[in-house]
Protein backbone atom coordinates (compact mmCIF):
# COMPACT_ATOMS: atom_id res chain seq x y z
CA UNK A 1 0.00 0.00 0.00
CA UNK A 2 1.59 3.35 -0.69
CA UNK A 3 2.93 5.14 2.08
CA UNK A 4 3.56 9.14 1.78
CA UNK A 5 5.73 10.13 -1.03
CA UNK A 6 6.98 12.91 -3.30
CA UNK A 7 7.73 12.94 -7.10
CA UNK A 8 10.26 14.74 -8.66
CA UNK A 9 10.54 15.42 -12.25
CA UNK A 10 13.32 17.44 -14.62
CA UNK A 11 16.34 14.75 -15.34
CA UNK A 12 13.63 12.29 -14.22
CA UNK A 13 11.48 13.31 -16.77
CA UNK A 14 14.36 13.21 -19.77
CA UNK A 15 15.96 9.52 -18.50
CA UNK A 16 12.05 8.22 -19.37
CA UNK A 17 12.06 9.88 -22.94
CA UNK A 18 15.89 8.46 -22.90
CA UNK A 19 14.21 5.15 -22.06
CA UNK A 20 11.27 5.29 -24.57
CA UNK A 21 13.90 6.28 -27.37
CA UNK A 22 15.66 3.50 -26.68
CA UNK A 23 12.75 1.11 -26.46
CA UNK A 24 12.85 -0.17 -29.97
CA UNK A 25 16.29 -0.67 -31.52
CA UNK A 26 18.29 -2.94 -28.13
CA UNK A 27 18.65 -6.42 -28.96
CA UNK A 28 15.77 -8.40 -27.26
CA UNK A 29 18.16 -10.82 -25.83
CA UNK A 30 20.29 -8.30 -24.18
CA UNK A 31 20.44 -7.82 -20.28
CA UNK A 32 22.45 -4.74 -19.89
CA UNK A 33 23.24 -2.02 -22.33
CA UNK A 34 24.67 1.36 -21.76
CA UNK A 35 22.84 1.08 -18.65
CA UNK A 36 19.16 -0.07 -19.92
CA UNK A 37 18.41 -3.44 -18.63
CA UNK A 38 16.48 -5.64 -20.98
CA UNK A 39 14.44 -8.18 -19.65
CA UNK A 40 12.34 -10.83 -21.50
CA UNK A 41 9.00 -12.21 -19.64
CA UNK A 42 9.32 -15.04 -17.57
CA UNK A 43 6.24 -16.27 -19.61
CA UNK A 44 2.91 -15.21 -21.45
CA UNK A 45 -0.48 -16.99 -22.36
CA UNK A 46 -3.21 -16.25 -23.46
CA UNK A 47 -6.44 -16.30 -20.89
CA UNK A 48 -9.76 -18.23 -20.67
CA UNK A 49 -12.49 -15.35 -20.30
CA UNK A 50 -12.73 -13.06 -17.17
CA UNK A 51 -15.55 -14.53 -15.97
CA UNK A 52 -14.51 -18.28 -16.69
CA UNK A 53 -11.41 -16.99 -14.10
CA UNK A 54 -13.76 -15.63 -11.87
CA UNK A 55 -15.34 -18.95 -11.58
CA UNK A 56 -12.36 -21.08 -11.29
CA UNK A 57 -11.11 -18.55 -8.65
CA UNK A 58 -13.71 -18.54 -6.60
CA UNK A 59 -14.25 -22.92 -6.65
CA UNK A 60 -10.71 -22.87 -5.71
CA UNK A 61 -10.90 -20.32 -2.61
CA UNK A 62 -14.45 -21.69 -1.24
CA UNK A 63 -13.74 -22.73 2.09
CA UNK A 64 -10.86 -19.84 2.40
CA UNK A 65 -11.21 -17.55 5.35
CA UNK A 66 -11.39 -13.88 4.92
CA UNK A 67 -8.47 -12.38 4.22
CA UNK A 68 -6.59 -10.99 7.98
CA UNK A 69 -5.97 -6.78 7.85
CA UNK A 70 -2.52 -6.58 6.90
CA UNK A 71 -0.17 -3.15 6.27
CA UNK A 72 2.98 -2.87 4.16
CA UNK A 73 5.24 -1.15 6.71
CA UNK A 74 6.49 2.27 5.30
CA UNK A 75 9.79 1.50 4.03
CA UNK A 76 12.75 3.72 4.53
CA UNK A 77 13.84 6.33 1.98
CA UNK A 78 14.15 9.63 0.64
CA UNK A 79 9.94 9.45 0.73
CA UNK A 80 10.46 10.80 4.35
CA UNK A 81 13.20 13.41 3.64
CA UNK A 82 12.36 16.98 2.38
CA UNK A 83 12.99 18.22 -0.96
CA UNK A 84 15.18 21.26 -1.24
CA UNK A 85 12.99 24.24 -2.11
CA UNK A 86 12.43 24.93 -5.05
CA UNK A 87 10.12 27.36 -7.61
CA UNK A 88 6.98 25.56 -8.99
CA UNK A 89 7.23 25.23 -12.43
CA UNK A 90 3.38 24.42 -13.58
CA UNK A 91 2.27 26.86 -11.04
CA UNK A 92 0.03 29.34 -12.27
CA UNK A 93 -0.73 32.85 -11.80
CA UNK A 94 -3.97 33.22 -12.27
CA UNK A 95 -7.49 31.67 -11.28
CA UNK A 96 -9.91 30.43 -13.51
CA UNK A 97 -14.01 30.89 -13.01
CA UNK A 98 -15.00 27.41 -11.62
CA UNK A 99 -17.46 25.78 -13.94
CA UNK A 100 -19.73 23.07 -13.91
CA UNK A 101 -19.64 20.30 -16.55
CA UNK A 102 -21.94 19.97 -18.83
CA UNK A 103 -21.43 15.94 -19.89
CA UNK A 104 -23.86 13.65 -17.57
CA UNK A 105 -22.02 12.69 -14.47
CA UNK A 106 -22.59 9.65 -12.35
CA UNK A 107 -22.22 8.75 -9.06
CA UNK A 108 -22.66 5.87 -7.59
CA UNK A 109 -20.86 3.46 -4.88
CA UNK A 110 -17.75 1.35 -5.67
CA UNK A 111 -15.44 -1.34 -3.87
CA UNK A 112 -15.92 -0.63 -0.11
CA UNK A 113 -13.74 -1.60 2.88
CA UNK A 114 -15.22 -4.74 3.79
CA UNK A 115 -15.38 -6.36 -0.03
CA UNK A 116 -11.39 -4.97 -0.63
CA UNK A 117 -10.32 -8.18 0.11
CA UNK A 118 -7.25 -6.52 2.33
CA UNK A 119 -8.85 -4.55 4.99
CA UNK A 120 -6.12 -2.34 5.20
CA UNK A 121 -5.39 1.33 4.52
CA UNK A 122 -4.98 3.54 2.07
CA UNK A 123 -7.03 1.75 -0.36
CA UNK A 124 -5.06 2.05 -3.17
CA UNK A 125 -8.22 3.16 -5.19
CA UNK A 126 -7.83 3.32 -8.68
CA UNK A 127 -9.96 2.98 -12.36
CA UNK A 128 -10.46 3.25 -15.78
CA UNK A 129 -13.32 4.24 -18.27
CA UNK A 130 -13.56 2.15 -21.28
CA UNK A 131 -15.73 2.39 -24.65
CA UNK A 132 -18.74 0.87 -22.29
CA UNK A 133 -17.25 0.17 -19.23
CA UNK A 134 -15.64 1.21 -16.19
CA UNK A 135 -12.97 -0.94 -13.73
CA UNK A 136 -12.18 0.24 -10.53
CA UNK A 137 -9.24 -1.46 -8.60
CA UNK A 138 -9.93 -1.02 -4.45
CA UNK A 139 -6.30 -2.32 -2.37
CA UNK A 140 -6.53 -6.16 -3.45
CA UNK A 141 -10.38 -6.27 -5.22
CA UNK A 142 -11.75 -4.96 -8.62
CA UNK A 143 -14.63 -4.75 -10.35
CA UNK A 144 -16.59 -3.93 -13.53
CA UNK A 145 -19.40 -1.11 -14.04
CA UNK A 146 -21.51 -0.43 -16.98
CA UNK A 147 -20.54 2.99 -17.43
CA UNK A 148 -24.01 4.45 -18.73
CA UNK A 149 -25.95 3.03 -15.47
CA UNK A 150 -23.29 2.53 -13.35
CA UNK A 151 -24.69 -0.91 -12.94
CA UNK A 152 -22.22 -3.49 -11.43
CA UNK A 153 -21.22 -6.04 -13.72
CA UNK A 154 -18.82 -8.21 -11.91
CA UNK A 155 -17.10 -8.13 -8.58
CA UNK A 156 -15.92 -6.82 -6.50
CA UNK A 157 -13.54 -10.07 -6.99
CA UNK A 158 -10.09 -10.73 -5.61
CA UNK A 159 -7.39 -9.39 -7.97
CA UNK A 160 -5.22 -12.56 -8.45
CA UNK A 161 -8.42 -13.50 -10.36
CA UNK A 162 -7.33 -12.37 -13.23
CA UNK A 163 -4.56 -14.57 -12.84
CA UNK A 164 -6.14 -17.87 -12.39
CA UNK A 165 -4.67 -20.53 -14.99
CA UNK A 166 -1.51 -18.43 -15.21
CA UNK A 167 1.99 -20.29 -14.07
CA UNK A 168 4.10 -18.69 -12.07
CA UNK A 169 3.43 -16.43 -8.85
CA UNK A 170 0.59 -14.20 -9.70
CA UNK A 171 -1.96 -16.46 -9.36
CA UNK A 172 -0.76 -17.11 -5.70
CA UNK A 173 0.04 -13.58 -4.91
CA UNK A 174 -2.60 -10.47 -4.19
CA UNK A 175 -0.53 -7.81 -3.61
CA UNK A 176 -2.06 -4.11 -3.22
CA UNK A 177 -0.93 -1.10 -5.31
CA UNK A 178 -2.88 -2.38 -8.88
CA UNK A 179 -3.63 -0.12 -11.94
CA UNK A 180 -5.98 -0.04 -14.15
CA UNK A 181 -5.52 1.46 -17.25
CA UNK A 182 -7.55 1.82 -20.40
CA UNK A 183 -5.40 1.84 -24.06
CA UNK A 184 -7.97 4.37 -25.96
CA UNK A 185 -6.03 4.34 -29.05
CA UNK A 186 -6.39 0.23 -29.43
CA UNK A 187 -9.60 0.42 -27.28
CA UNK A 188 -7.95 -2.32 -24.80
CA UNK A 189 -8.20 -2.60 -21.16
CA UNK A 190 -4.50 -3.15 -19.27
CA UNK A 191 -4.25 -4.59 -15.87
CA UNK A 192 -1.03 -4.45 -13.62
CA UNK A 193 -0.42 -5.93 -10.38
CA UNK A 194 2.73 -6.39 -8.13
CA UNK A 195 4.18 -9.42 -6.41
CA UNK A 196 5.14 -8.10 -3.17
CA UNK A 197 7.08 -11.38 -1.75
CA UNK A 198 10.88 -12.15 -2.73
CA UNK A 199 11.20 -13.09 -5.84
CA UNK A 200 8.92 -9.76 -6.50
CA UNK A 201 7.29 -9.91 -9.95
CA UNK A 202 5.14 -7.83 -11.83
CA UNK A 203 2.24 -9.23 -13.96
CA UNK A 204 0.43 -7.59 -16.70
CA UNK A 205 -2.84 -8.54 -18.38
CA UNK A 206 -4.00 -6.82 -21.71
CA UNK A 207 -6.91 -7.41 -22.92
CA UNK A 208 -7.63 -8.86 -26.35
CA UNK A 209 -10.81 -6.56 -27.26
CA UNK A 210 -12.57 -3.36 -25.28
CA UNK A 211 -14.24 -5.54 -23.25
CA UNK A 212 -13.20 -6.05 -19.86
CA UNK A 213 -15.34 -9.29 -18.61
CA UNK A 214 -13.37 -11.06 -22.33
CA UNK A 215 -9.83 -12.91 -22.14
CA UNK A 216 -6.47 -10.98 -21.90
CA UNK A 217 -2.89 -11.62 -22.90
CA UNK A 218 -0.82 -11.78 -20.03
CA UNK A 219 2.83 -11.38 -18.59
CA UNK A 220 5.10 -11.91 -16.01
CA UNK A 221 8.34 -9.93 -15.53
CA UNK A 222 10.98 -10.51 -13.17
CA UNK A 223 12.43 -8.07 -10.75
CA UNK A 224 14.28 -10.22 -8.57
CA UNK A 225 15.37 -8.91 -5.45
CA UNK A 226 14.09 -5.43 -6.56
CA UNK A 227 10.73 -4.38 -4.14
CA UNK A 228 9.11 -2.62 -6.65
CA UNK A 229 6.95 -0.23 -4.78
CA UNK A 230 4.85 2.50 -5.67
CA UNK A 231 4.52 1.33 -9.55
CA UNK A 232 2.90 3.59 -12.17
CA UNK A 233 1.55 2.76 -15.45
CA UNK A 234 1.40 4.44 -18.57
CA UNK A 235 0.06 4.00 -22.36
CA UNK A 236 2.35 5.64 -25.18
CA UNK A 237 1.01 5.35 -28.85
CA UNK A 238 2.68 7.27 -30.02
CA UNK A 239 3.57 6.18 -34.38
CA UNK A 240 7.38 4.68 -34.30
CA UNK A 241 7.90 4.50 -30.52
CA UNK A 242 4.96 2.61 -28.92
CA UNK A 243 5.15 1.55 -25.19
CA UNK A 244 3.56 1.12 -22.25
CA UNK A 245 5.44 2.53 -19.71
CA UNK A 246 6.22 1.19 -15.96
CA UNK A 247 7.58 3.34 -13.28
CA UNK A 248 8.58 2.23 -9.66
CA UNK A 249 10.90 2.96 -6.78
CA UNK A 250 12.74 0.01 -5.73
CA UNK A 251 14.24 -1.33 -2.72
CA UNK A 252 17.10 -3.23 -2.82
CA UNK A 253 15.43 -6.67 -0.71
CA UNK A 254 12.85 -4.62 0.24
CA UNK A 255 14.78 -2.57 2.63
CA UNK A 256 17.26 -0.46 1.07
CA UNK A 257 16.08 2.48 -1.74
CA UNK A 258 17.76 1.97 -4.92
CA UNK A 259 15.36 5.08 -6.30
CA UNK A 260 13.11 5.31 -9.02
CA UNK A 261 13.41 2.94 -11.81
CA UNK A 262 11.97 3.57 -15.53
CA UNK A 263 11.07 1.06 -17.62
CA UNK A 264 9.19 0.71 -21.17
CA UNK A 265 7.07 -2.23 -22.28
CA UNK A 266 6.55 -3.44 -26.07
CA UNK A 267 3.08 -2.93 -26.59
CA UNK A 268 3.08 -4.14 -29.89
CA UNK A 269 3.26 -7.47 -29.21
CA UNK A 270 1.65 -6.95 -25.97
CA UNK A 271 -1.41 -6.19 -27.83
CA UNK A 272 -1.37 -9.31 -29.71
CA UNK A 273 -0.36 -11.77 -27.20
CA UNK A 274 3.15 -12.39 -28.49
CA UNK A 275 6.77 -12.73 -26.67
CA UNK A 276 7.56 -9.05 -25.06
CA UNK A 277 10.27 -7.56 -23.64
CA UNK A 278 10.29 -4.94 -20.60
CA UNK A 279 13.54 -2.22 -21.31
CA UNK A 280 14.69 -0.33 -17.79
CA UNK A 281 16.71 2.33 -16.70
CA UNK A 282 18.28 2.05 -12.92
CA UNK A 283 18.06 6.25 -11.58
CA UNK A 284 20.09 7.44 -8.13
CA UNK A 285 18.69 7.04 -4.92
CA UNK A 286 18.31 11.06 -5.83
CA UNK A 287 15.35 10.63 -7.66
CA UNK A 288 12.63 9.17 -5.01
CA UNK A 289 9.77 9.03 -7.61
CA UNK A 290 8.85 9.37 -10.92
CA UNK A 291 5.46 9.72 -13.12
CA UNK A 292 5.20 7.36 -16.54
CA UNK A 293 3.73 9.38 -19.71
CA UNK A 294 0.44 8.79 -20.07
CA UNK A 295 -1.91 9.48 -23.19
CA UNK A 296 -5.45 11.03 -22.77
CA UNK A 297 -7.12 12.46 -25.40
CA UNK A 298 -7.60 11.98 -29.55
CA UNK A 299 -4.45 13.48 -31.23
CA UNK A 300 -1.57 11.23 -31.22
CA UNK A 301 1.47 12.21 -29.81
CA UNK A 302 4.24 13.44 -32.85
CA UNK A 303 6.32 10.48 -33.81
CA UNK A 304 8.85 9.34 -31.92
Not at 28 to 48: C, R
Not at 177 to 195: E, F, L, N, S, T
Not at 229 to 258: C, E, H, I, S
Not at 269 to 297: H, I, K, W
Request: aromatic share 10%; with cysteine; proline share 8%.
Amino acid sequence: MNSVRQLMGGAAVCALAAASAAFLTSPANADNILGLKVFKEVHHDTSLPLGDMIRIYNEQHRNEAPASPHVIPLLPGPATMKLPAVPDGIKGNTMLPVTVPTTDLLNFDGIDDAHSFCNCAPPDTNGAVGATQYVQWVNAAFAIYNKTPGALISGPTAGNALWSGFSGRCAGSNSGDPIAQYDKVAGRWVMMQPVFSSPFKMCFAVSTTSDATGTYNRYEFDFGSAFPDYPKLGVWPAVGNTAYFLTVRNFLNGQTFKGAELCGMDRTNMLVGLAATMQCVQLSSSFDGVLPGDFDGTILPPAG
